[in-house]
Nanobody
Framework: QVQLVESGGGLVQAGGSLRLSCAAS????????MGWFRQAPGKEREFVVA????????YYADSVKGRFTVSRDNAKNTVYLQMSSLKPEDTAVYYC?????????????????WGQGTQVTVSS
């Protein structure tokens, strides 16, 4: 079992920045690929980014490429999502998720564990 807890969400003006954190506990963190997803009201859960075990490989959704940066610190069992140049359409609940692997995936059904989510609201 892996427990995931997101933090860092909040209200920010368009053009601003936020950094989300996802702290993991339980089984060995660096055995898992990690991903961030988001879900806006009335919409399906959407892939944002995935990161490999040691952080050497990442894959971003086109909608956030160049604005969001994912990283992980395996010594702290934490994955981060730095979000910049935020837009109102980035407003959503953001979830981190852990995937046993072996390949990074954009498919939410591939992920084994999920956090409870953190709300990000971007005002125009």
């Amino acid at each position: 079992q892996v427990q995931l807890v997101e933090s860092g969400g909040g209200l920010v003006q368009a053009g601003g920045s936020l950094r989300l954190s996802c702290a993991a506990s339980g089984r060995t963190f660096d055995n898992y690929l990690m991903g961030w997803f988001r879900q806006a009201p009335g919409k399906e859960r959407e892939f944002v980014v995935a990161i490999s075990w040691q952080g050497g490989s990442t894959y971003y959704a086109d909608s956030v490429k160049g604005r969001f940066t994912v990283s992980r610190d395996n010594a702290k069992n934490t994955v981060y999502l730095q979000m910049s140049s935020l837009k109102p359409e980035d407003t959503a609940v953001y979830y981190c998720a852990a995937d046993w692997g072996p390949l990074m995936s954009t498919d939410a059904t591939e992920y084994d564990y999920w956090g409870q989510g953190t709300q990000v609201t971007v005002s125009s």
